[in-house]
């Protein structure tokens, strides 16, 4: 939201002032090996509050200057590929991972192994990081933005402060924060500490406090984009150079390539934000730590990933006949690819999208996944079809005329429709190089408790 203040200035015809912001940003190189995940379409922003103490920052620790940095807050920002929703996802620092092999500071190569995620950063900085999320998530990251201390205050400084709420009075002299109860407008050494503090705010655990972090930033995104800023030139002004002092960027994110985010990112509000912790459970040799919860945390990246962009399907000179909602369209699902339970899995999310799933079943092992329909309902099969399609995490193929009729089927006995429509009847055939569906949310419904967003409230 900073790059879209940025992109208002530029606007404004002040692109030597912009340039002269930009120089006060620090980029560093990265280097995350070549073996890397795909790219989806989305934006993945990796976000690390360092809590390193040289510098301005010898205040939080004296005895610990010169002794390298780890990351007290690890979020991953995901932006979806039509830019209009926002997910902030946070891995708790308590975690237990298995960090891959990479390169540390002194150049030399880091075996890896199991050990707290934010290991990875004190041993082998931001690549190192880089390459633990990507191998623990399999999602690319974009860019990364560094904040320590110091940058953190004076972004809220330059903000005018932040509201928060606590539900009882706070005395934490660790965290520098003595506060009553009831609501506060916070800056500075107030604003850190209240994000700093475990022991003395909910249960003493990083997950607690990742929750109050992730209420605290929803404020901030709502000051920027809906607290008048990007039209007071004087608090823009004061954002902007606080913003530009107080970040660590990689090299790709330049000054083009920051236009280009802030203009896909334009029409992006709070309310489009939301916050998540990756799902974790206790780590049973260290009760204080935490390990990444089975299979749901596996099942939350996937859910990520296939956030991607929607292709058209028809082929050229093919355009749809008509528009079609998916609630009418009946889609019979049949599993080519071998493995047992698929078309069952495949027709779950189908019909939680609002598709009427009749059958399910298998058909021959196949490599590439096809969507079908009758050669009699040619009139209105392909826009039937595309509607199927682009529901697609790829595009695979594009619907075509064949043979609607599968060899081993039952009826679905999922989510039905409340009226079965009468249009005509569509076969997706599962092969081995099957895309998956692409998501509505990349948070489920079975974590829909775990959100927090702006209507989230920051008493409790």
């Known amino acids: 939201m900073a790059l879209t203040s940025l992109l208002v200035v530029v606007t404004l015809g002040g692109y030597g002032y912009y340039r002269s912001l930009d120089s006060g940003i620090i980029r560093v190189p990265i280097e995350p090996g070549a073996n890397r995940p795909p790219e989806t379409g989305a934006l993945n922003v990796l976000l690390v509050g360092s809590d390193s103490r040289d510098g301005n920052n010898q205040r939080y620790g004296a005895t610990t200057i010169n002794g390298g940095e780890r990351t007290d807050t690890i979020m991953l920002l995901h932006i979806s590929p039509n830019r209009d929703k926002a997910t902030m996802i946070s891995f708790p620092r308590d975690s237990m991972v298995q960090i891959p092999p990479c390169p540390g500071k002194n150049g030399a190569t880091l075996p890896g192994g199991l050990n707290l995620i934010n290991a990875a950063f004190n041993e082998g900085g931001i690549n190192c990081t880089i390459m633990t999320i990507e191998s623990l998530t399999n999602i690319k990251i974009n860019h990364f933005v560094k904040v320590d201390f110091t940058g953190f205050k004076g972004i809220i400084d330059a903000l005018g402060g932040i509201e928060i709420c606590l539900p009882k009075a706070v005395n934490d002299p ?15 050494e107030q604003a850190l500490g209240y994000v700093r503090t475990r022991y003395k705010l ?68 709070a309310k489009e934000l939301k916050g998540i912790t990756v799902p974790t459970e206790p780590y049973a040799p260290k009760p204080a730590h935490v390990q990444f919860s089975e299979p749901a945390a596996t099942n939350f990246f996937d ?34 690819t071998g493995e047992s339970g698929k078309a069952l899995q495949v027709a779950d999310e189908l019909a939680d999208q609002g598709f009427v799933v009749t059958q399910v079943g298998d058909a021959p092992t196949t490599d590439a996944t096809s969507i079908r329909y009758a050669k009699k309902d040619a009139a209105n099969g392909t826009a039937y079809a595309d509607t199927v399609a682009a529901r697609l995490s790829k595009e695979k193929k594009t619907p075509a005329e064949g043979k609607v009729k599968p060899l081993k089927t039952q009826p679905y006995k999922g989510k039905t429709a409340v009226k079965a429509p009468d249009g005509p009847i569509i076969q997706l055939v599962i092969g081995k190089d099957w895309p998956g569906v692409r998501v ?21």
């Open 202 to 269: 909910g249960d003493g655990s990083d997950l607690s406090r990742i929750q109050r972090q992730q209420v605290f930033l929803t404020k901030v995104m709502e000051k920027v984009t809906d607290g008048g800023l990007l039209t007071d030139p004087v608090k823009l002004d004061g954002f902007l150079r606080a913003a530009t002092k107080a970040v660590t960027v990689d090299e790709g994110l330049t000054l083009e390539r920051m236009l280009e985010v802030a203009r896909s990112v334009e029409g992006l509000t």
């Open 303 to 336: 859910q990520v990933r296939r956030d991607v962009e929607v292709t058209a399907t028809a082929g050229p000179g093919k355009p749809a006949a008509l528009k079609v909602e998916r609630e009418q369209v009946r889609v019979q699902v049949l599993n080519a």
């Open 174 to 188: 660790q965290a520098k924060l003595v506060l009553d109860k009831g609501r506060h407008v916070v800056k500075g």
């Open 440 to 460: 509505e949310s990349v948070i489920s419904s079975s974590l829909k408790d775990k959100v927090v967003d702006t209507s989230t409230n920051p008493c409790l």
